[in-house]
């Protein structure tokens, strides 16, 4: 791609000139150390610098002590020593090119009383935000006036620290809880008409502007639309942003909606299986009413789109930010001519639901992400290539071993038994809500294509198939296969969620779906089963539906699951499953609290318990290695050399990964292909 590609192309905020239109707009995922952008959280931002990037953006980051983070570690710019760390990433962001920026904000209610200082959060009107459930302190005016120097303290620090600009959060937090009706029901100088409401926000600003001076840039990342029929609307939102240029505001990063529950977050980050871009013409209105530079980022996941919305006028930077969590090299690989080459982002919201559940994020098919000291991007090539490698199963993690392995410059081949490559993900993307997941699978058959790996499908490979290859090194990636061996009874009258999503089985009647395992899994079996016209019960034992499903998924099952009138049923175990006197199924369950039983006549009973490993091939093979199947954790944890050596007899390195080790996810498989294949 020439340097004539309207992304590519260089782009003006004052004084500051971006070398082009790629920004990877402000997000949190959590990297800090004690609230402090240490290394890993510098070399995440230096990479996607290394990668093109025009501008990165640093994360929400909080500007007083009663904004604690409420999830994960975020920045803290109350504290003075955040300068230095500041400066040391600045300075080897804009050593590769790139600008760095970063969000200032003040959480408002969307936090808790009982973190932190454990001072009591605040809003303007003392309502609760669902998704924390804190009931807030109404701000008094020296809590106002307070937080009003901090931020200008805040913005103070960041251009100490050698950032290029902040921009300044105003969707959810406190600054835009002063601006909508929501969650501002003041009748004082701070609240009461359109006007008042904009009083806390125009003083922050005018704060700012007076510690930083007028040439610093200063954005906004705004809901210009609430979306909510008690929120702003357009017409309010646009106008509260021009008086917010006046008082000194430099760009605008558009959002549209709001993200105080579950519902709302979903639409403003949309997960897979949604439109692209939803609001990408939205973004383009905005845009056609100001005269400051405006970006927008939402699902904008491929170039064709990015580029569309450049091309077209209706942004003038476009924010690709989980895209290039998948690949921080996305520019450089545009620039060079190999878009075709860029892993894509499929959308899964892996980097946000992890960040929830485990407390920092990470990339579903890109374990570098986040690891960028021990994992590399870019694969180096080995020392010592030419490895005769064996991997058996082509699902996500012997497909990553295979790339891995072959960009090392070791010779490679894969055996799958099924027709098809991707294991369980090609099953996984026969729900509509999922099928973006088949795009890990495709970026790494055309990778293994170019590596010129020899993929070979419809072969079952045994023990005699794999010996006959005479490997250096083989790994088994066969994954595993659905357990039902957890029933004291009948487990041979259930059906698996396998069999729902191949649809090898169309259950219909009254069905009871049993999920102890709380993932996407019994969840797609669910709801494909109740569209087909089937009365559905969905039972757990968790205390809440689907647990591992984050905030950002969960709310179009749950939707679903009211307009198909599935029922669900909390706390409840299945224990066995037997043939009823009039021939239908007899489902037997325990409470799992108070211990009462209850049975469910039923016509069809599903399970959703997991995988067990499929390691018949991997333990006849295992006396034929050297190492015996045996692995050395340091060094796999710290991507070294694997060298065991406890059979003198031995032919070949033996190793397993993802499922066929023990039932996990897609993201872990691809993890251990990383860490070990990386090492060879």
């Known amino acids: 791609m020439s340097q004539t590609d309207p992304l590519l192309e260089p782009f003006q905020i004052k004084h500051l000139t971006l070398r082009n239109r790629i920004v990877s707009t402000s997000h949190e995922p959590a990297y800090g150390e004690q609230g402090m952008p240490k290394d890993r959280y510098r070399l995440y931002h230096v990479e996607k610098a290394k990668g093109g990037c025009g501008l990165t953006m640093i994360g929400t980051s909080m500007v007083s002590r009663d904004s604690p983070s409420s999830f994960g570690s975020n920045l803290i710019l109350h504290r003075p020593e955040i300068v230095d760390w500041l400066r040391r990433l600045t300075d080897d962001v804009h050593a590769e090119g790139a600008a760095v920026m970063l969000q200032i904000t003040h959480l408002g209610r969307r936090t808790s009383h009982y973190t932190g200082d454990w001072l009591p959060a605040l809003s303007p009107s003392p309502f609760p935000e669902p998704f924390h459930r804190a009931v807030?302190?109404?701000?008094?005016?020296?809590?106002?006036?307070?937080?009003?120097?901090?931020?200008?303290?805040?913005?103070?620090?960041?251009?100490?620290?050698?950032?290029?600009?902040?921009?300044?959060?105003?969707?959810?937090?406190?600054?835009?809880?002063?601006?909508?009706?929501?969650?501002?029901?003041?009748?004082?100088?701070?609240?009461?008409?359109?006007?008042?409401?904009?009083?806390?926000?125009?003083?922050?600003?005018?704060?700012?502007?007076?510690?930083?001076g007028p040439d610093f840039i200063v954005g906004l990342r705004a809901a210009v639309d609430e979306d909510h029929i008690d929120g702003i609307n357009e017409q309010e939102g646009l106008s509260a942003v021009k008086a917010l240029v006046n008082e000194g505001i430099d760009f605008l990063s558009v959002i549209k909606g709001t993200i105080f529950d579950d519902k709302g977050l979903a639409q403003v980050i949309p997960p897979m299986g949604t439109p692209s871009a939803p609001f990408l013409d939205f973004a383009g209105r905005i845009k056609q009413g100001l005269?400051?530079?405006?970006?927008?980022?939402?699902?904008?996941?491929?170039?064709?789109?990015?580029?569309?919305?450049?091309?077209?006028?209706?942004?003038?930077?476009?924010?690709?930010?989980?895209?290039?969590?998948?690949?921080?090299?996305?520019?450089?690989k545009i620039a060079s001519g190999n878009e075709h080459r860029i892993r894509p982002c499929v959308g899964a919201t892996y980097c946000l639901d992890a960040l929830h559940r485990t407390g920092d994020s990470k990339c579903i098919h890109n374990a570098s992400t986040g690891r960028e000291a021990t994992?590399?991007?870019?694969?180096?090539?080995?020392a010592q290539p030419g490895l005769r490698v064996v991997v058996v199963g082509a699902g996500p993690g012997g497909l990553e071993a295979a790339r891995v392995l072959a960009e090392r410059g070791h010779r490679v081949t894969v055996m799958e038994a099924n027709s098809v490559p991707g294991g369980q993900l090609v099953i996984a993307a026969r729900s509509d809500r999922r099928r973006d997941l088949i795009g890990i699978v495709d970026w790494r058959v055309s990778e293994l294509e170019i590596l010129r790996v020899d993929l070979r499908c419809g072969v079952y490979a045994e023990a005699a198939e794999v010996l006959a290859e005479n490997p250096d090194v083989v790994v088994i990636a066969t994954g595993g296969l659905p357990n039902s061996d957890f029933l004291a009874e009948g487990a041979a009258l259930t059906i698996d969620t396998w069999d729902i999503m191949t649809g090898t089985t169309k259950p219909a009647g009254e069905v009871l779906v049993f999920d102890d395992q709380g993932g996407h899994q019994g969840l797609d079996a669910t709801e494909t089963i109740a569209r087909s016209g089937a009365s559905v019960e969905y039972i757990t034992p968790n205390r809440v539906i689907a647990p591992e499903v984050g905030p950002l998924t969960s709310p179009g099952y749950l939707a679903s699951f009211d307009e198909l009138g599935v029922s669900v049923t909390l706390s409840w175990r299945l224990m066995k499953v037997t043939r009823s006197e009039n021939g239908r199924l007899a489902a037997h369950l325990t409470n799992e609290y108070s211990g009462r039983t209850a049975i469910r006549i039923v016509d069809h009973v599903i399970t959703e318990h997991g995988t067990l490993p499929n390691d018949a091939l991997y333990f006849d093979l295992v006396q034929h290695s050297t190492n015996l199947g045996e692995v050395d954790y340091e060094a796999f944890i710290n991507v070294r050399s694997q060298t065991l050596s406890r059979n003198p007899d031995g032919k070949f390195s033996l190793f397993r990964i993802g499922d066929a080790v023990a039932s996990r996810n897609v993201h872990a498989a691809i993890y251990d292909a990383a860490r070990l294949c990386t090492a060879m």
């Not at 994992?375 to 080995?382: A, K, L, M, N």
């Open 136 to 212: 807030p302190k109404t701000a008094e005016d020296w809590d106002l006036e307070r937080i009003i120097a901090d931020y200008a303290a805040a913005a103070l620090r960041c251009q100490q620290g050698g950032l290029d600009g902040i921009e300044i959060e105003s969707y959810g937090h406190l600054f835009d809880g002063f601006l909508s009706p929501i969650t501002n029901q003041r009748d004082d100088r701070w609240g009461g008409d359109p006007e008042r409401r904009l009083e806390f926000p125009r003083r922050v600003v005018r704060a700012i502007r007076d510690k930083v």
């Open 291 to 332: 005269a400051i530079p405006v970006m927008h980022a939402a699902r904008i996941a491929d170039v064709a789109t990015a580029r569309h919305a450049v091309t077209n006028g209706l942004l003038d930077l476009v924010g690709m930010t989980r895209a290039q969590m998948a690949d921080p090299h996305l520019v450089n």
């Open 375 to 382: 994992v590399p991007h870019v694969t180096p090539r080995s």
